[in-house]
């Protein structure tokens, strides 16, 4: 199998990828997967086409390729969903009150919408770059049902690795023309979640400033 080679670190992480299928078969897609979660710079939208190309070659079925892909994702998803489970929302509250511009209310609120769109949260967030690997945190500070969990991100993920696997398997070599749109899906995350971050630092600022501006003439 062939790999868009730019000899930087990350090809060498998608060579290893392909490696391990070529060696293990599926349950190296799947295992591959897997470590996408809990490292997102390991391009899913890479590994998913490699499995399918694999699939179309008779490597492994096409079957094979969904199930241990999804089944890598349920996999990684639950590592990261333990690690939120153990942290709690009370180590998170004990953060952001040490935290400049963070109140313990923030993640109040933040586990508050999360009660009443966790099931949403979980099943899109799987089909959006990097928000797909860390929205299985939430999850677990919040302790969704863990079968619930499972479910949604299961459908959720299967959704996400049957569009790349299947234009790997149909394809072939043209797999890129996917990765295109996924470039430009991921640009658009990034970019909403910067002014996000940076509304939110400075409406954080400027109300710090207002109470120091309000508070200086009483203390004179």
């Given at each position: 199998m062939t790999t868009t080679t730019d000899g930087s670190w990350l090809t060498a992480l998608v060579d290893w990828a392909v490696s391990l299928m070529e060696l293990v078969g599926?349950?190296?897609?799947?295992?591959?997967?897997?470590?996408?979660?809990?490292?997102?710079?390991?391009p899913s939208e890479v590994i998913l086409p490699m499995a399918g190309l694999?699939?179309?070659?008779?490597t492994f079925t096409l079957f094979e390729a969904l199930f241990w892909t999804t089944l890598g994702s349920i996999v990684g998803a639950f590592l990261l969903y333990g690690l939120g489970r153990w942290f709690g929302a009370a180590r998170l509250r004990a953060v952001a009150a040490r935290?400049?511009?963070?109140?313990?209310?923030?993640?109040?609120?933040?586990?508050?919408?999360?009660?009443?769109?966790g099931a949403k949260a979980v099943f899109f967030g799987r089909m959006l770059p990097?928000?797909?690997?860390?929205?299985?945190?939430?999850?677990?500070?919040?302790?969704?049902?863990?079968?619930?969990?499972?479910?949604?991100?299961?459908?959720?993920s299967l959704l996400w690795n049957a569009i790349f696997v299947l234009a790997g398997f149909f394809l072939?070599?043209?797999?890129?023309?996917?990765?295109?749109?996924?470039?430009?899906?991921?640009?658009?995350v990034i970019a909403a979640s910067a002014i996000g971050v940076a509304w939110f630092v400075w409406a954080r600022t400027r109300a710090l400033l207002r109470r120091r501006g309000d508070a200086s003439p009483a203390s004179d």
């Open positions: 599926p349950a190296g897609a799947g295992l591959a997967i897997a470590l996408e979660n809990v490292f997102p710079p390991l694999a699939a179309s070659r008779g935290t400049p511009l963070l109140h313990p209310e923030d993640i109040d609120r933040t586990v508050a919408w999360f009660e009443r769109h990097i928000f797909r690997s860390l929205i299985s945190i939430p999850a677990g500070v919040t302790r969704m049902r863990m079968w619930r969990f499972g479910l949604l991100t299961a459908a959720g072939g070599e043209s797999w890129h023309v996917v990765e295109m749109y996924v470039d430009v899906l991921q640009y658009f």
